[in-house]
């Protein structure tokens, strides 16, 4: 099974502040990840993917980057909404795996 | 407008079965592959199973190999998931996605005794 490990498993921010999470798979998986958001009792909201293609309706804030076996989701200026805890998922090969999340508060 | 309704959730026995429903609409159901992907509660996302968009492959993490069976009907724009042999730990809220990118509100699954 392709292991994600994600980091950090949580951040506290400023207001405005940019902020960076890694994925790193113990495996080549040739872009094949996905970032999403998931906020308190609501189901997960899909932000980039293929690596760094942004969802349709999501701020350009957001941006995500990598290739190989690390990768990274990048909010440049974050905001009050930007609350909540992230997952990457690695979508090359079955078992599809997902990273053990990033809680990320406002500092 | 894509929507996602899971339906079938509640309180099991352990060893006892459940088959949980989820109703799509806003989309022609048959052009996609769906899944299924959990949550135990405060703990992270694991993906159960898979389903291309005919219905003719599936696929399925080892712990449910064998217990859980994943289905659909086009005609109904519906898709499934029964589960048989139900452990404790098989105990989250399951989410019915559209290639990953839609996803359900959830429906939750307790298995206790």
């Known amino acids: 099974d392709i292991q994600m490990t994600q980091s950090p498993a949580s951040l506290s921010a400023s207001l405005g502040e940019t902020i960076s999470i890694e994925c790193r798979a113990s495996?080549?998986?040739?872009?094949?990840l996905a970032w999403y958001q998931q906020k308190s009792g609501k189901s997960p909201q899909l932000l980039i993917y293929?690596?760094?293609r942004l969802q349709d309706g999501v701020p350009s804030r957001f941006s995500g980057s990598g290739s190989g076996t690390q990768y990274s989701l990048k909010i440049s200026g974050m905001q009050p909404e930007d609350e909540g805890d992230y997952f990457c998922?690695?979508?090359?090969?079955?078992?599809?795996?997902f990273g053990s999340g990033t809680k990320l508060e406002i500092k | 407008e894509v929507q996602l309704v899971e339906s079938g959730g509640g309180l099991v026995q352990p060893g006892r079965s459940l088959k949980l429903s989820c109703a799509a609409s806003?989309?022609?159901?048959?052009?996609?592959?769906m899944a299924w992907v959990r949550q135990a509660p405060t703990k992270g996302l694991e993906w159960v199973a898979s389903?291309?968009?005919?219905?003719?492959?599936?696929y399925y993490r080892d712990s449910v190999k064998g217990r859980f069976t994943i289905s659909r009907d086009n005609a109904k724009s519906t898709l499934y998931l029964q589960m048989d042999s139900l452990r404790s730990e098989d105990t989250a809220t399951y989410y019915c996605?559209?290639?990953?990118?839609?996803w359900g509100q959830g429906t939750l699954v307790t298995v206790s005794s």
């Open positions: 293929a690596a760094n």
């Open positions: 996605t559209r290639g990953f990118a839609y």
């Open positions: 495996e080549d998986i040739y872009s094949n």
């Open positions: 389903i291309t968009n005919s219905g003719g492959s599936t």
């Open positions: 806003g989309f022609t159901f048959s052009n996609y592959y």
């Open positions: 998922l690695q979508g090359s090969k079955f078992p599809l795996t």
